[in-house]
Nanobody, 115 residues
Framework: QVRLVESGGGLVQPGGSLRLSCAAS????????MGWYRQAPGKLREWVAT???????VYADSVKGRFTISRDNAKNTVYLQMSSLKPEDTAVYYC?????????WGQGTQVTVSS
């Protein structure tokens, strides 16, 4: 059983930065790929980035070059460093395994990019 808790969201101006964290409980964290996902108002949830168990990373085209995903297996935590934020990055951000599991979705953390 895994429980995921996201944090670090907030209100930021365009061009600003935020770092999101996802704390995971459970002993299987280090052996699975983890991902960040987001859901903007009125839109479907979409994949943002993935970090494999060995640290390899993949990004959606919309965030490539601006976001960095990383993990600390000793702390059971996944991070998303977001820079050069745009208003279109406004969404609730979630972490989950990749592929996702329905029972792992948490509450997410709200990111609002606005002047």
């Amino acid at each position: 059983q895994v429980r995921l808790v996201e944090s670090g969201g907030g209100l930021v101006q365009p061009g600003g930065s935020l770092r999101l964290s996802c704390a995971a409980s459970g002993s299987t964290f280090s052996i699975v790929s983890m991902g960040w996902y987001r859901q903007a108002p009125g839109k479907l949830r979409e994949w943002v980035a993935t970090v494999t168990r060995s640290g390899g990373t993949v990004y959606a085209d919309s965030v490539k070059g601006r976001f960095t995903i990383s993990r600390d297996n000793a702390k059971n935590t996944v991070y998303l460093q977001m820079s050069s934020l745009k208003p279109e990055d406004t969404a609730v951000y979630y972490c989950n395994t990749n592929p996702t599991r329905h029972d792992y979705w948490g509450q997410g953390t709200q990111v609002t990019v606005s002047s």
